[in-house]
């Protein structure tokens, strides 16, 4: 006998959750460029309707997921710098809360560096730029407490040392997306920032 396989319908704010978890895991499998809107209604097995009564667009969705992110990591990150005993401490349990944050959802380097959703929407630019700029300032401010306290160079350009914080995690990434299985993120970051503890931490003989 036939079953017919009837999906329960939820309340808005969870059939979006719904939706934007979705999203990202496409993106992760198929690359953002490719995700379709009836790529997302087939994997949530509704159809393109029931995702455009949730979202007018498809760059909404995309908005969604971005205000998403920016929620999810940040938090993570602030929560990782909270158990730290120093700024210094605290920049590398943020990096490898990030690296860990990654491992999770390997979808959102892709969605924050994504050429074509810079250039297509303003209002994901503006978003995406909000995001790094408030990640760059907490690392900055970081930076600056470290050299309050003589954990750091007094002459370090706190802010680009944020910036090369910053790339280094996104170089990374895209060498795990160009080696593949060959390179592993994790033990990537691990041999990585060590040498750029070297480069911000202030040495005993300049104290």
């Not at 978003?127 to 700029?133: D, G, K």
């Amino acid at each position: 006998m036939n079953q017919v396989v009837i999906k329960r319908r939820l309340p808005t704010e969870e059939r979006q959750s719904e939706i934007i978890r979705v999203a990202v895991e496409l993106a992760a499998e198929k690359g953002v460029d490719s995700v379709t809107t009836q790529d997302m209604a087939d994997a949530m097995q509704v159809t393109q309707g029931a995702i455009f009564k949730h979202f007018s667009t498809k760059d909404d969705i995309w908005v969604a997921v971005m205000q998403w992110i920016r929620e999810r990591l940040m938090g993570v990150l602030e929560k990782a710098a909270s158990e730290a005993d120093d700024p210094i401490a605290a920049i590398e349990c943020m990096f490898f809360a990030h690296i860990a944050f990654i491992g999770k959802h390997p979808a959102i380097p892709r969605l924050l560096f994504s050429e074509l959703l810079h250039k297509k929407n303003s209002k994901l630019r503006k978003l995406i730029q909000e995001i790094i700029s408030g990640y760059e300032a907490k690392i900055t401010g970081l930076l600056d407490s470290a050299k309050a306290q003589s954990l750091a160079p007094p002459d370090l350009d706190s802010k680009s040392a944020a910036v090369l914080y910053i790339g280094m995690i996104q170089g990374l990434v895209m060498q795990i997306s160009i080696f593949g299985g060959k390179r592993l993120l994790l033990e990537e970051a691990r041999k990585t920032f060590p040498i750029y503890l070297h480069g911000i931490k202030r040495r005993s003989a300049e104290v």
